[in-house]
């Protein structure tokens, strides 16, 4: 079950549905009622926690779901399976595309008035979709090591895309041209130690500052 509670104690909310383990909770931008629930039965569920005992239920995926986004506008959600990729309308609960060509995606992020979608994968490639054809329009690679793209982050001008990798290098894409114009490598390559071990810390995020200007 997902327990709901108000903040001020007033209010409980219990959601029952799913038949295997939740994984992940992510609240509706646009709506303050929904919640959308990933679940290892391979299914999602909206929920308006005001009414809880009919949930729209978004089913498709043949593996547990790793990972969902809504679009900025609460209109779609992008969710991934360790082999597929699926849009997915909010307003009919219907599927409107599945997405080809990724392997375990490890990042998503929505761009130009979620028009555009971009994703990143343990293949280690971006792609960027248009959402409205639902069409490839480009295609990252070529970084220089194996693994997976940790997390990606447009700027906000969406000219450039900061893309991270898990060799810890910050590759910054120019929007115009398909070409890293920057790889940040500031960060230990095997990543800092703490105390006196030899754990491995890896890089795990990174994020624009709202001008532009910054990379943290």
Do not use: K
């Not at 399976?81 to 595309?97: N, P």
């Not at 041209?177 to 490598?185: I, P, S």
Request: glycine share 8%; charged share 15%; hydrophobic share 40%.
């Amino acid at each position: 079950n997902i327990e709901v509670r108000t903040a001020d104690g007033s209010a409980d909310y219990t959601l029952s549905g799913h038949t295997a383990t939740v994984s992940r909770l992510s609240w509706s931008p646009t709506n303050p009622n929904g919640l959308l629930s990933l679940s290892d039965d391979r299914t999602m569920r909206l929920w308006d926690i005001t009414s809880p005992a009919t949930p729209q239920v978004f089913s498709g995926h043949d593996e547990p779901i790793a990972l969902a986004e809504w679009s900025p506008d609460g209109s779609a959600i992008v969710s991934a399976d360790l082999t597929a990729v699926r849009l997915w309308d909010v307003a009919t609960g219907s599927e409107r595309a599945q997405l080809p060509g990724h392997f375990q995606t490890s990042a998503i992020n929505w761009m130009n008035n979620s028009q555009l979608l971009t994703l990143g994968g343990s293949d280690n490639l971006v792609r960027v979709w248009d959402v409205s054809a639902s069409q490839q329009v480009a295609l990252l690679g070529n970084y220089g090591s194996a693994g997976e793209i940790r997390t990606i982050a447009w700027s906000p001008d969406n000219t450039q895309l900061a893309v991270l990798g898990s060799d810890d290098v910050v590759r910054v894409w120019d929007s115009a041209t398909g070409q890293v114009v920057q790889a940040l490598v500031g960060h230990i390559t095997r990543g800092p130690r703490v105390g006196s071990s030899n754990v491995y810390q890896p890089v795990t995020d990174v994020v624009w500052s709202p001008d532009g200007r910054f990379l943290a």
